[in-house]
C-alpha cells in the first residue's frame, strides 16, 4: 500500500484530487478524514497541511507527497522530486510600494522584508551580495508596508490583484512554482512497482491535456498538403470513404494551435470536421 500525503484544502487540493480522479482512483471524500483509502487502486491518501508535506515524505511516514514547489524549497527536507505536475502554478516576489522608485535590487540593502518563506529568501539575498532584514509573518504579509511593520514583502504572487490592492508593486521574481509529486528516498520494490503505475496514469492524463482528437473528410487530391499542415503526434490515420474522391483523416491536434490549423484545413478543402476531447492519451 502506498501512501501519498496531501494538502488538505485550497486549489491544490481541488487540482490534486481531479488528477486523482482522472487517474481512475476512487477516493471517499464526502466524510472528511485524516487517512482515506482507495477502494480500487493500493493507495491511501493523508490529508495534511501543505507545509507538513515535505517533512512527512522526507521521514517516511507517507511514501509520496504533492506539494506547492515553494513549499518544498522552503523546506530543504531530503525527499526526491518525482514528476512537475504543471497544475497550482505561481511565483514567489519581491514587491515593494508602487509610489516608490525602484532602481534595483540595490534598494533592498538595508530594508525590512517581511515574508513567510526566509529560507528561499535568505538564500536569493545573500547570493545577490543583498544585505536586509527579514521579518517573517504568517498570514497577510501584503498589508506590512502598509501598516508600518516592513518596508517590503516576499510572497506568492499568482495574478496580482492582491499586490494592486495593497499599493505594491512586483519588482522581482525570485522563483516560479507549481505542484511536485515528491518521494521518500527509501521506498521497498513492492512501493515503486506501485508507484510505476501510478505514474503511468497520471502521465496518460497529462498527456492528453489540451489535445483534440480531429477526425475530417478531406479530398484526394489535397491529402497531400493536408498531412503536412497537421503536426500530429505520428503520421495521420487515412482511411478510404464510399465517396469517390475523398477519404477520412483522424490526427490529433494540440489546442493552442487548432484554430490557425483548421482554417488551414479547411482553406484545403476539408469538410464534416469533427472535434471529440481526449480523455486520456498512451504514449
Not at 69 to 96: P, T, V, Y
Not at 138 to 165: C, K, M, Q, W, Y
Not at 228 to 234: E, F, I, N, R
Amino acid at each position: 500500500m502506498l501512501r501519498i500525503a496531501v494538502q488538505a484544502k485550497g486549489r491544490l487540493f481541488e487540482e490534486t484530487m481531479a488528477l486523482l480522479e482522472e487517474s481512475d482512483i476512487k477516493l471517499s471524500t464526502t466524510k472528511r478524514t485524516l487517512l482515506v483509502q482507495s477502494p480500487n487502486f493500493p493507495i491511501e491518501v493523508l490529508f495534511l497541511r501543505d507545509d507538513d508535506i515535505p517533512q512527512t515524505v522526507a521521514t517516511g511516514v507517507a511514501d509520496l507527497g504533492i506539494v506547492g514547489e515553494n513549499e518544498f524549497m522552503e523546506k530543504e527536507e531530503d525527499a526526491e522530486i518525482i514528476k512537475r505536475l504543471g497544475f497550482s502554478k505561481c511565483r514567489l516576489s519581491l514587491a515593494m510600494p508602487k509610489d516608490l522608485e525602484y532602481l534595483g535590487l540595490s534598494w533592498f540593502n538595508g530594508k525590512k522584508i517581511a515574508t513567510s518563506y526566509p529560507v528561499i529568501l535568505r538564500n536569493f539575498l545573500k547570493k545577490n551580495g543583498v544585505n536586509a532584514e527579514i521579518h517573517v509573518i504568517t498570514g497577510s504579509v501584503e498589508v506590512s508596508p502598509g501598516i508600518g511593520l516592513a518596508d517590503a514583502i516576499f510572497d506568492i504572487v499568482s495574478s496580482g490583484s492582491t499586490l494592486v490592492s495593497n499599493r505594491l508593486k512586483e519588482v522581482e521574481v525570485v522563483m516560479k512554482s507549481e505542484a511536485l509529486l515528491i518521494g521518500n528516498k527509501n521506498m521497498s520494490d513492492e512501493k515503486k512497482a506501485v508507484l510505476e503505475e501510478l505514474l503511468f496514469r497520471m502521465n496518460a492524463v497529462k498527456t492528453a491535456e489540451d489535445k483534440k482528437y480531429v477526425l475530417m473528410n478531406a479530398p484526394k487530391d489535397k491529402l497531400e498538403e493536408i498531412i503536412d499542415v497537421l503536426p500530429g503526434m505520428k503520421s495521420p490515420t487515412v482511411m478510404p470513404l464510399a465517396q469517390e474522391g475523398w477519404c477520412s483523416v483522424h490526427t490529433v491536434l494540440d489546442e493552442k494551435r487548432f484554430w490557425e490549423i483548421i482554417g488551414k484545413l479547411k482553406a484545403l478543402g476539408a469538410e464534416g470536421i469533427l472535434v471529440l476531447p481526449i480523455e486520456k492519451m498512451i504514449v
